[in-house]
């Protein structure tokens, strides 16, 4: 067996996480940053050069077992662990089709897709496909969105939620990264809505009020409406604050972004992490970040989803 190289991309979601894991609305957009995984045949299974500690590795450790020889694992790439930015998403999808290139299967993105949502949800607990399936997909992404929102591209169901994916076209737009540097787990955070969500009638209105704004926010790319979009992001902010997953550092990005944008929010599971800027200020909304703790970056969307390298 040669060496097999894959690569997937990380993500931003731009409208409804956590509300997905329960049925909602949500779109997500591959980013211009990447984990690139790489197998070879080996004497003993290792990781970057160092022996394989499964407690180490929960993700990888649930693929590995997928395979019965040892082998060589290398990866890299540029979506920091637990910045909300999909990393997870991106390593589990890149490994499987590696390790399908090793298997000598040829995986179709649908089944990719599945099998890397059932990695993150068994060592997650709860998820929903929308980091998976972004990544793999690449470009935009809209999980139970209106059939009218783009062309339908696969179903994935567990236990008794079902999601449909759709690829959504996404106009030109800029949106700038700010990373909290803080490392925040998502199981945890996703395990906090749902205690709040069952012990709590006012969460489920809040998760309700987050499926709808993010239809509207559907409604507005499609229009290419960047302002109202932008108004719903922030507004999706301040619900997913309400549900208790944002915190000071992100509320203080956010704040600083918004003088100089169309809106702003956290992405993905919250609690440290990112957020990210819809704005035609880059520059601006940069500065403001730096100023305020945060590591900015302008991300470009429109990318690939996995592929062999
Ligand atoms: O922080 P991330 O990139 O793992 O995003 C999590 C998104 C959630 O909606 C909070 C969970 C999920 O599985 O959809």
Known sequence: MNAISASAPGKVILLGEHAVVYGKPAVALAIDRRIKCTLSPAAETTVNGRSYD?????????????????????????????????????????????????????????????????????????????????????????????????????????????????????????????????????????????????????????????????????????KNDIVRLGNLMTQDHRSLSILGVSCNELNKLVNASLEYSYGAKLTGAGGGGSMIALTDRPEKVCEAISLHGGTPFIVRTGVDGARKE
């Open 54 to 222: 499964p407690s180490k590795h929960p993700y990888l450790d649930h693929m590995i077992n997928l395979f019965s020889r040892p082998v060589r694992i290398e990866t890299e790439g540029s979506v920091p662990p637990g910045s909300g930015l999909g990393s997870s998403a991106a390593l589990s999808v890149s490994f499987l089709k590696a390790l399908n290139g090793v298997m000598g299967n040829d995986i179709d993105n649908e089944r990719l897709a599945n099998d890397a949502f059932i990695t993150e949800y068994t060592v997650q607990g709860r998820a929903s496909p929308l980091d998976t399936s972004a990544s793999t997909h690449g470009m935009g992404i809209v999980v139970n969105g209106p059939e009218d929102s783009g062309e339908h591209l696969w179903d994935i169901s567990k236990n008794e939620s079902k999601w449909s994916v759709r690829d959504i076209r996404i106009p030109e737009m800029t949106l700038v990264v700010g990373y909290t540097g803080i490392h925040a787990a998502t199981g945890p955070l996703v395990e906090k809505v749902r205690r709040y969500k069952d012990k709590c009638g006012f969460a489920k209105d809040v998760i309700n009020d987050i499926g709808n704004l993010t239809i509207e926010g559907i409604g507005a790319l499609k």
